[in-house]
């Protein structure tokens, strides 16, 4: 069954625009994860971030996590041309279930020059 | 080098045939997985493996076979192709089952055409 589901489907912005991506799930989950998925490639980790943890950043990369709200969000900053990809959380599938993780469907980013 | 490696990267074949996947992976991991992906993005798990042991087995058609020689590879085959079975297939590894706490290292995927 899916837990994260993204929002929106679909997102264009201007190169060097910020981009915000929204994942939801159902479940309580132990950690939440964001991949990267260039057009023809393999998924791409990008970050990690705990339950109990509220913010992390990698680059120009920022993730939240409101366990609260059962919501994250991937901010990418000054975005590029490079940055054009589909995104995916992933979440675990619920306490004592961390032996797998379950994709949602993506967010399709793309960058305009 | 890359790390996660399958092939073929396009297989186009007709239903009814029976076709496999190989994997391999050169990071040490304990781990592999083969997923999913439909044509609207969707990517679901299939299997899982650790240490040549299946641990997840997603109520996948028994068409589908995975088989793990030695940990570094997972070869998926598939028997009596049916045209639902287009979508891409990528196998993925990761250093410990745990996948909810660890980071996944995917292939490239393989495009699977039945006609």
């Known amino acids: 069954s899916q837990q994260g589901e993204e929002d929106p489907q679909a997102l264009s912005i201007q190169e060097g625009e910020n981009a915000t991506m929204n994942c939801s799930y159902k479940t309580s989950i132990n950690n939440l994860q964001w991949y990267r998925q260039n057009s023809g490639r393999g998924l791409v980790h990008l970050i990690l971030?705990?339950?109990?943890?509220r913010e992390k950043h990698s680059g120009r990369l920022r993730v939240t996590l409101d366990t609260s709200k059962k919501s994250s969000s991937l901010l990418i900053t000054a975005s590029r041309a490079a940055d054009t990809a589909s995104y995916f959380c992933a979440t675990d599938a619920g306490w004592n279930r961390d032996d797998k993780i379950i994709f949602g469907k993506g967010t399709r980013l793309h960058i305009l020059p | 080098d890359t790390a996660v490696s399958q092939t073929p990267k396009y297989l186009v074949t007709q239903m009814g045939n029976d076709k496999s996947i190989k994997c391999e992976q050169n990071?040490?991991?304990?781990?592999m997985y083969w997923y999913k992906q439909d044509s609207k993005k969707f990517l679901k798990i299939m299997f899982s493996?650790?240490?040549?042991?299946?641990?997840i087995n997603e109520t996948v058609p028994n068409r589908f076979s995975p088989k793990s020689p030695d940990k570094a590879h997972l070869n998926l085959h598939i028997n009596s192709l049916e045209l639902g079975d287009s979508a891409v297939y990528f196998c993925a590894s990761s250093p410990r089952a745990l996948l909810g706490d660890t980071e996944a290292f995917f292939g490239q995927g393989t495009r699977l055409t039945v006609v």
């Open positions: 990071l040490g991991h304990d781990t």
């Open positions: 493996y650790n240490n040549k042991e299946l641990i």
């Open positions: 971030i705990r339950s109990n943890e």
